[in-house]
């Protein structure tokens, strides 16, 4: 009988379950009515008295064996259950989880489209950097040394080199062009912008433009307002139609700005263009002589026109965004209202 009770104690140090139901079958094998303990302790009855304490410590020892190791056992396995709530971690005949796909930020799509439309009337991309001098920025472009723009409330400085900046907008660009190559030039340039702004529905202290310099003999006025009317088309609808207002650039002369008609009433009047059918979306202008003769290029030989504009601000005519605010706060719920990425 003492074997019996020493083999079935082998046995629970053993016993190592591969699923949960092992464990309950385990149990009434060994603790149920007609389990093994019972039929030693059957036995036990008919034992000799002096061996009765001996085997009776035993079978007591082997059944809080058997019961503690059940019982931790069953915490494990439920355990494992709750932290794979497939039931099981290995079961390979489940469904998966889906990767999500995002889509494109609304602001890379307008610029994409501006650039995608230009390149069709045979502009090439120019890129430059985000950190500029004043030369690229200012100086070149025919600000005066005394110009607001150029002011500490607009423009971040580096404080130890008052000479570096964060590029305000992304005209730099048409300067490292003009300098880099001759004309015929045709580049548009899209980029971010930086200018020391409070941010609000309106303005924030990043933001992204594109800029587009057109260089070459007899380029005229007549010249850009095609090109900008051919956008406009490509953009806001073939119905759309452009004005332009006289205006003033350093860096043009002369300069504009130009509307589009609104595309939400039709040119009616409606609360987006304030009732007055048109939204402003660019600066344009024929580029100032001065500014082709600091980048090396002859303004008796050449002329050109030049236009910028925000994307931040074409985006939220296109798509009717009212906050600016809402490009940059990343909201999966703005975002995912924009075309898919593939
Ligand atoms: N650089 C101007 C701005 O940031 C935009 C602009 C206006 C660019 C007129 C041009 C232009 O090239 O001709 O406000």
Redo the contacts with the bound molecule.
Sequence with gaps: MIEKINDLLKKVEEFKPQAADEIEQFRVKLLGRKGELNEILEEFKSVAPELKRELGQKINALKTQATEKINTLKAEFENRMQETPAGDALDMSRPGTADEIGSRHPISLVRNQIVEIFTRLGYVVAEGPEIEDDWHVFSA?NFPPEHPARDMQDTFFIEKNPDILLR????SI?VRTMEAQKPPIRVICPGR?FRNEAISYRAHCIFH?V???YIDEHVSFADLKQAILYFAKEMFGEQSQIRMRP?Y?P??EP?AEVDVSCNLCGGKGCNVCKHTGWLEI????M?DPNVLSASGIDPQKYSG??????VERIAMLKYGVKDLRLYFENDLRFLRQFESAL
């Design positions: 472009l305000t907008h992304t005209s048409q912008v433009q800029e587009g310099l205006s650039f860096f043009t300069s660019m600066g344009c202008g580029v026109f030049a236009f910028g504009m925000g």
